[in-house]
């Protein structure tokens, strides 16, 4: 059974920082790809993806305020939110890439969710 387990979403004013963390718990499987993915309402929008060799992607609104990266012995995913705005608001997830030990085929698999909220 792997589960995806966030924390680090709070409130922050506008201009601080917080930390997101998503660690994948379980055993068995290989994770590719991993991301951060946020929904305010109405809205759903990729954040950042990060491959499992480090690449990584963006999306134009966070590019240089917002830090993607993995440790991948720990099977954990940390987004590094500085500059923080209003319109940051929202309800942050993770996504990972898991193929299960013997399966074909990966599937993706999402967090529970961590409200991230900045005041003006």
């Known amino acids: 059974q792997v589960q995806l387990v966030e924390s680090g979403g709070g409130l922050v004013q506008a201009g601080g920082s917080l930390r997101l963390s998503c660690a994948a718990s379980?055993?068995?499987?290989?994770?590719?790809?991993m991301g951060w993915y946020r929904q305010a309402p109405g809205k759903e929008r990729l954040v950042a993806t990060i491959s499992s060799g480090g690449s990584t992607n963006y999306a134009d609104a966070v590019k240089g305020r917002f830090t993607i990266s993995r440790d991948n012995a720990k099977k954990t995913v940390y987004l590094q939110m500085n500059s923080l705005k209003p319109e940051d608001t929202a309800v942050y997830y993770c996504?990972?890439?898991?193929?299960?030990?013997?399966?074909?085929?990966?599937?993706?698999?999402w967090g529970q969710g961590t409200q991230v909220t900045v005041n003006s």
């Open positions: 996504k990972a890439d898991i193929l299960m030990h013997g399966s074909i085929w990966s599937r993706n698999y």
């Open positions: 379980g055993s068995g499987f290989s994770i590719s790809a």
